[in-house]
């Protein structure tokens, strides 16, 4: 049975709240606070519309054995919407802290470079032991993990929200390990997810990963591949590139002067975004 509530301590601090001021000075608060943003919005440009990132959800799992959490992207109006892409981020509290992720898609969603999409930020580690991270447990090609995506949480997704509910509008991404585990999704999960985002993918520890991929007939996936040098998966994702190039595949495949860490991975969250979310316009 799946259960969704939200996770983490709830409740607030009574002796925190301060005094209720007076009428006069709500008003000259509230004017104080008006000039600051005027000020704000004309020296940083462009006020974006944004949307919404909802606290922890928490979902218990019959397939894996244990309760994981989530938190979900929902962009500006999504509510008057339907059929919406959905895109599936493992690591998902590493990419909303470190990566940034929902701010970068506020800005292109409001100026139009990409559609309207929902995202959802699966957190690896186990809710009630933050220090727990199950993330070499979930994301070596654990079959289980797959499973738990198609039999759970994308069906919780789907009757929450207005996405859609075919895999043609369904991706996956994640860094590292996280990488390795949207490889894997392609592979064995190709009915479910169209879009394979890989940033830095460490490989190694499923070594037949690359030979799978060789001797498989083109899947009906389109790939994003990232990598930094030095310091950095380099040579496997050349290699994993070479094999997906010569098998056909569309894809979009970057190197950038860094190592493995955010200053690579969060520069490229718009390269990703926009690679399996951009609006074609008459002019591109």
Not at 4 to 9: D, E, L, N, Y
Not at 202 to 215: N, T
Request: charged share 25%; with cysteine.
């Amino acid at each position: 049975m799946q259960k969704r509530m939200p996770s983490g301590p709830t409740g607030s601090d009574l002796h925190s709240v301060s005094e209720i001021p007076e009428p006069n000075r709500v008003t000259t608060l509230e004017m104080q606070v008006k000039t600051f943003i005027a000020i704000l919005l004309l020296t940083t440009g462009t006020a974006y519309a944004g949307g919404t990132l909802t606290p922890n959800l928490r979902i218990t799992s019959d397939v894996l054995s244990y309760n994981l959490q989530y938190r979900v992207y929902l962009p500006e109006g999504y509510e008057s919407q339907e059929d919406l892409a959905v895109l599936y981020v493992v690591d998902g509290q590493s990419y909303i802290k470190q990566g940034g992720v929902p701010r970068v898609l506020n800005r292109l969603i409001a100026s139009g470079k990409i559609e309207p999409v929902v995202v959802v930020f699966v957190d690896a580690r186990d809710p009630d032991k933050l220090s727990d991270n199950r993330r070499n447990a979930q994301f070596f090609c654990n079959r289980n993990y797959l499973e738990f995506y198609r039999d759970e949480l994308i069906p919780e997704i789907e009757q929450q929200y207005p996405v859609a509910q075919d895999r043609e509008k369904r991706s996956v991404l994640g860094l590292s390990f996280g990488g390795l585990n949207s490889a894997c999704f392609g592979l064995f999960g190709f009915d479910t997810f169209a879009g394979i985002g890989m940033q830095s993918p460490a490989y190694h520890p499923v070594p037949k990963l690359l030979s799978a991929y060789e001797e498989m007939p083109l899947l009906p996936l389109r790939i994003f591949l990232s990598t930094g040098k030095p310091n950095d998966n380099t040579q496997a994702t050349r290699k994993l590139r070479d094999v997906l190039k010569s098998k056909g595949y569309p894809m979009e495949y970057i190197e950038v002067r860094e190592g493995h860490n955010w200053s690579n991975w969060k520069p490229l969250i718009d390269d990703v975004l926009r690679f399996f979310y951009e609006v074609e316009t008459e002019a591109s």
